[in-house]
C-alpha cells in the first residue's frame, strides 16, 4: 500500500506546489484538467452546450460572444454581468440600460453550469463558462479557433451603474472607446480586431437611429441609411432588430471590415474606425486577409480574457452569489 501511496503523493506534489504559488497570480489552458480538484470534461460540456444553442438559433452565439465582452469590461471577467437583482443587490449589471434588454445567451450559461454541477459540482466557474462560450461561439459561427486559459473565479459585487462608464457607447468616437479599451490595457489594435464581432448578431434600431432621422448621417451611405429607415421606423411602437451585418449575418468574418469601409456599419463607434491611419491601415488589412483577421481576433480575446483580479467564489448558480452561512 505505501508505494501506492507514496506514488499518488508524488503525482500531485507538483499541482499541491503550483496551485500554491500561481492560482492566484494567473491562468492556464486546460486548467480544469489538472490537480487534484478537477473536471476534466468542463470544456467538452460548455462545447456541447453551446452548439445545442446555436443549432437552435445563432443568435446564442452572438449573445455569449457580446456577454464576455460586456463581463469583462466591468470589474474583469468575473461573471458579475450574470448576477440577478436580489434584495440585498436590487441594481446589479445585469439591469443597466447597456445590458436591459439587450444582452441575451443567459439560458446557455445556465444550462452550461446546471450539468457541470452535476458532473462536478462546485469546481468550474461561471466566469470560465462564458470565457469558454464565446470561444465556442466563436469556433462554430466562424471556425476561429484559439485555447483560452481558465482559472478565473466569480465576483461578488456587480453595480449597474458602472457598465455606462465602463463600456464603450455606440455614438463614441474613436478616441474615446480607445481610451476605454486602454483602461482595460488593450490596445487600439485590440479595438479593430474585437469590433469584428459586429458581422454577427443584432442590433434595436433604439442603438442606432440617431443616425437616421431627422437627416441621414453624412457618414452613412445614404442609400443604406434609407433602407434602415424601413426597417426601423420613426414612432414605432416596438425596439425593432436588425442584422449587424447584412451580408453574411450569421458568419462571424471579414464583411465587419468591407461593411465599415462602405460606410454600412451601423454604429458611429464602427464608422470612427476609418479616422485614424492607423485603424484604417489594420481594418484594410482585415478587410483583405480573412485569416489575419481570425488569428487576431482569437489573440484579442484572450487577451479581453485576462482583464480582472483574482478575489472570489466558485459560484453554485450563476445568477446569484453563494450565501454565507
Ligand atoms: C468598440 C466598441 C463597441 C460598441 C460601441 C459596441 C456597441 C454595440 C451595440 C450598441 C450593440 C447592439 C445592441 C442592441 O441594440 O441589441 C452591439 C451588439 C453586439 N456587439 Fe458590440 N460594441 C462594441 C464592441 C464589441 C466587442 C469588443 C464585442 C465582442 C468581442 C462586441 C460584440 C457584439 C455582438 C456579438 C453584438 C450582437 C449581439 C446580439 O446579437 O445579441 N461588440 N454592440
Ligand atoms: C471625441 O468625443 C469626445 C467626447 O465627446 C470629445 O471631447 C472629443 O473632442 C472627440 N474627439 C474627436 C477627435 O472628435
Same mark, same amino acid.
Given at each position: 500500500?505505501?508505494?501506492?501511496?507514496?506514488?499518488?503523493?508524488?503525482?500531485?506534489?507538483?499541482?499541491?506546489?503550483?496551485?500554491?504559488?500561481?492560482?492566484?497570480?494567473?491562468?492556464?489552458?486546460?486548467?480544469?484538467?489538472?490537480?487534484?480538484?478537477?473536471?476534466?470534461?468542463?470544456?467538452?460540456?460548455?462545447?456541447?452546450?453551446?452548439?445545442?444553442?446555436?443549432? #437552435?438559433?445563432?443568435?446564442?452565439?452572438?449573445?455569449?460572444?457580446? #456577454?464576455?465582452?460586456? &463581463?469583462?469590461?466591468?470589474?474583469?471577467?468575473?461573471?458579475?454581468?450574470?448576477?440577478?437583482?436580489?434584495?440585498?443587490?436590487?441594481?446589479?449589471?445585469?439591469?443597466?440600460?447597456?445590458?436591459?434588454?439587450?444582452?441575451?445567451?443567459? !439560458?446557455?450559461?445556465?444550462?452550461?453550469? !446546471?450539468?457541470?454541477?452535476?458532473?462536478?459540482?462546485?469546481?468550474?466557474?461561471?466566469? &470560465?463558462?462564458?470565457?469558454?462560450?464565446?470561444? &465556442?461561439?466563436?469556433?462554430?459561427?466562424?471556425?476561429?479557433?484559439?485555447?483560452?486559459?481558465?482559472?478565473?473565479?466569480?465576483?461578488?459585487?456587480?453595480?449597474?451603474?458602472?457598465?455606462?462608464?465602463?463600456?464603450?457607447?455606440?455614438?463614441?468616437?474613436?478616441?474615446?472607446?480607445?481610451?476605454?479599451?486602454?483602461?482595460?490595457?488593450?490596445?487600439?489594435?485590440?479595438?479593430?480586431?474585437?469590433?469584428?464581432?459586429?458581422?454577427?448578431?443584432?442590433?434595436?434600431?433604439?442603438?442606432?437611429?440617431?443616425?437616421?432621422?431627422?437627416?441621414?448621417?453624412?457618414?452613412?451611405?445614404?442609400?443604406?441609411?434609407?433602407?434602415?429607415?424601413?426597417?426601423?421606423?420613426?414612432?414605432?411602437?416596438?425596439?425593432?432588430?436588425?442584422?449587424?451585418?447584412?451580408?453574411?449575418?450569421?458568419?462571424?468574418?471579414?464583411?465587419?471590415?468591407?461593411?465599415?469601409?462602405?460606410?454600412?456599419?451601423?454604429?458611429?463607434?464602427?464608422?470612427?474606425?476609418?479616422?485614424?491611419?492607423?485603424?484604417?491601415?489594420?481594418?484594410? &488589412?482585415?478587410?483583405?486577409?480573412?485569416?489575419?483577421?481570425?488569428?487576431?481576433?482569437? !489573440?484579442?480575446?484572450?487577451?479581453?480574457?485576462?482583464?480582472?483580479?483574482?478575489?472570489?467564489?466558485?459560484?453554485?448558480?450563476?445568477?446569484?452569489?453563494?450565501?454565507?452561512?
Amino acid at each position: 500500500m505505501g508505494a501506492r501511496n507514496t506514488y499518488q503523493i508524488l503525482a500531485f506534489l507538483p499541482c499541491i506546489l503550483l496551485f500554491g504559488v500561481m492560482s492566484t497570480t494567473s491562468l492556464e489552458v486546460g486548467y480544469y484538467t489538472k490537480c487534484a480538484k478537477t473536471c476534466p470534461q468542463a470544456e467538452i460540456i460548455v462545447k456541447a452546450v453551446v452548439h445545442k444553442y446555436i443549432a #437552435m438559433d445563432p443568435g446564442f452565439g452572438a449573445g455569449v460572444i457580446r #456577454m464576455f465582452f460586456h &463581463d469583462c469590461f466591468v470589474r474583469g471577467c468575473d461573471a458579475s454581468v450574470l448576477l440577478d437583482p436580489s434584495p440585498q443587490n436590487p441594481n446589479p449589471e445585469k439591469l443597466s440600460v447597456v445590458n436591459n434588454p439587450s444582452l441575451r445567451g443567459f !439560458e446557455v450559461i445556465d444550462e452550461a453550469k !446546471e450539468t457541470l454541477e452535476r458532473v462536478c459540482p462546485g469546481v468550474v466557474s461561471c466566469a &470560465d463558462i462564458i470565457a469558454f462560450a464565446a470561444r &465556442d461561439a466563436s469556433y462554430f459561427l466562424g471556425g476561429i479557433s484559439y485555447e483560452i486559459p481558465s482559472g478565473r473565479l466569480d465576483g461578488r459585487v456587480s453595480i449597474a451603474d458602472e457598465v455606462l462608464k465602463s463600456l464603450p457607447a455606440p455614438f463614441q468616437n474613436l478616441t474615446v472607446v480607445n481610451a476605454l479599451f486602454a483602461a482595460q490595457g488593450l490596445s487600439t489594435d485590440d479595438v479593430v480586431a474585437l469590433s469584428g464581432a459586429h458581422s454577427i448578431g443584432r442590433s434595436h434600431c433604439s442603438s442606432f437611429t440617431t443616425r437616421l432621422y431627422p437627416t441621414i448621417d453624412p457618414t452613412m451611405d445614404q442609400g443604406f441609411g434609407s433602407f434602415l429607415r424601413t426597417k426601423c421606423p420613426q414612432n414605432a411602437n416596438e425596439d425593432g432588430v436588425v442584422p449587424q451585418d447584412f451580408v453574411t449575418p450569421e458568419q462571424l468574418d471579414n464583411q465587419y471590415y468591407q461593411n465599415v469601409a462602405d460606410l454600412k456599419g451601423l454604429f458611429f463607434s464602427d464608422w470612427s474606425l476609418l479616422t485614424s491611419g492607423e485603424t484604417l491601415n489594420l481594418l484594410n &488589412d482585415f478587410r483583405t486577409k480573412p485569416e489575419l483577421f481570425a488569428a487576431k481576433f482569437g !489573440e484579442s480575446m484572450v487577451k479581453m480574457g485576462d482583464i480582472g483580479g483574482t478575489q472570489g467564489e466558485i459560484r453554485k448558480t450563476c445568477r446569484a452569489v453563494n450565501y454565507n452561512y
